[in-house]
């Protein structure tokens, strides 16, 4: 029996939307994996094609993290779901001072979705983690039923070294540290909310999804970093209440000391929300120890995506577990913990 | 002011089903983390609530693996997507010959999701988890729109340690290897498909979901090992194609040496579906140097997960690429890789 020219008798596999198939382990997921996959990740370690990458890493801890992306509309302005899978894990490692170095991705596609709008996700992502220095090594697809999903949603998780000698947590905040933000809040909630409520300004309100990996990487030798967060769902709010829960610590902030984009404002004004409790996608907060405040501020600004990095407030003894903020016309504001969220699928 | 005694003037959180809320990121996200995730995957790295667990891993190269779970019905004849999602990846990463150590989880919550269900999932993670030792040490909880996911689908990442000397992968099979199964096949893809098309047998068809991680471990001082792949999606006939394309080899199976449960078989029969490319969750395929096999065959059988486990087919030189079977009859056929998936969601 000669099987060296047998092929598949049926070409029937140029499908312009996804199909339940392209999930089932046979020839149409082969071929998602290495026509769309593989060359937007192109590394060694993925092409090898196991049921697992095989890394060899330097010698520290180890930062491990996972996120899963469920944003509408998948397209925004500034990004789209590929960028915020890549720079959402890359962030969350960068909070315990870690360098990202890998990323794996699952994706849940839903029958139907475009292969276009997949491939352009797809080359969005391999171009934010070659932005972040990280590469995409191990991978999985599975596909859902038309109106059991919503196009896409991603997962990503990540693992990174940690530097010896760094302890970052959120249970290091002490009184008298200093709370730094890394620049304007809320513009990633708003421009989502501006898009899905059709709002309209002189200039568009773009997302600010970025990675900071670098930006931190470059404030760890200064030291006196006792706590990084991201001020991701929930806003400063809710990542500052975190904290000093963790830390047993009380927090004040000041309004007015607080960056907002001007077409931030007008948009939270239009809809009554708080820019404080809207998601950010490319900044950080950040409890330092007072005698490294201006320093480490100082290094931010050097840095594109912290120029307008500044001073917010200061953690104390008093009203352990609570952040409360001083308001422009000087009283003072329990800042709570929300209950739900006031802006679902955000990321 | 006195923020001593404040407490949250609404006490309205008690509520049996997800709500969007669930996934925003404030207290109603916090209660589910700390009254449902925490007490069940309980350990430090978790508890920690940073944006990524640190970990300490022992010295050695690294295997990572991930994976998405969105099998329908969520609990069948022998488990759950919970035991799924940590199995599935703990498996994978044992086909490297890893010895898994942590697994990260993201949920993707569909709103009206019973809360009651999802503490029976995260229960049945836990106890696989601590059956497989590993530790669920990062986590992530979306949460969508009624009728935009379907109850909840998870996606598992997980890291493992590949031993000194050890270099298992697909594209290690050479001609005269000998193809080893360790168990029956079809199982897991049967058990499903029984309960979704109402057959009925004298026995329930069971899913052989298990860990596989330890018989792993048990058989790599053998020696002889080239290549180990767990046959999920696309069963048998997928994994032995694709690790014949990497290895650019042949191999030919004897259909009558397949182990295959009776109930496997008729429900097979009854549906017009062939074992050979039925899931598989507690299974492993393992190609071996002949001068190995029987050693490694023999070490098999002594685990509760591999008592039936058999050669059923050799490596060849001839018809790189290509999977040939003998069947019953005597005759020769070529088992390709299928175009689509016979059966969707089946993990």
Redesign the interface.
Known sequence: ?N??N?T?P?P??DYPNI????????????ELVEHLFLPAFRNSALA??????????P?G??????????VRPLFFPGGSIGELAVNGTV???A??G?KPL?L?????LEEGFSLAQLGEIVTRMAEAARQARVQI????T????R????GV?I?T????I?PDGIHI???QARPGDVILVSGTIGDHGMAIMSVREGLQFDTEIESDCAPVADLVADLLPIGGIRV???P???GVA?SLN?IAA?SAV?MVIDDVSLPVNEQVQSACSLLGLDPLYV?NEGKLLAIVAPENADAILERMRTHVVAERACKIGRVTSE?PG?L?SRTRIGA?R?V??????????IC
Chains 1, 2 share one sequence.
């Open positions: 029996m099987f060296e047998w598949c049926l029937l596999r199909v339940l198939g392209h999930g089932g382990g046979g020839k149409l997921s082969a090898n094609l196991g049921d697992s990458a095989v890394l060899t890493l010698a801890r180890l930062a491990y993290s996972t996120d899963s992306f469920v962030n969350d490692l909070m315990s870690a890998f794996s991705a699952g994706f849940i090594v191990t991978g999985d599975k596909v859902v039923e109106g059991h999903g919503d949603y997962n998780s990540g693992i990174g940690v947590g959120p249970a990084l967060r991201d991701t769902r929930g809710s975190e963790s009380g998601a009203h609570m409360v003072t329990v709570t913990m929300q209950l739900g969220e006031q802006l679902p699928r």
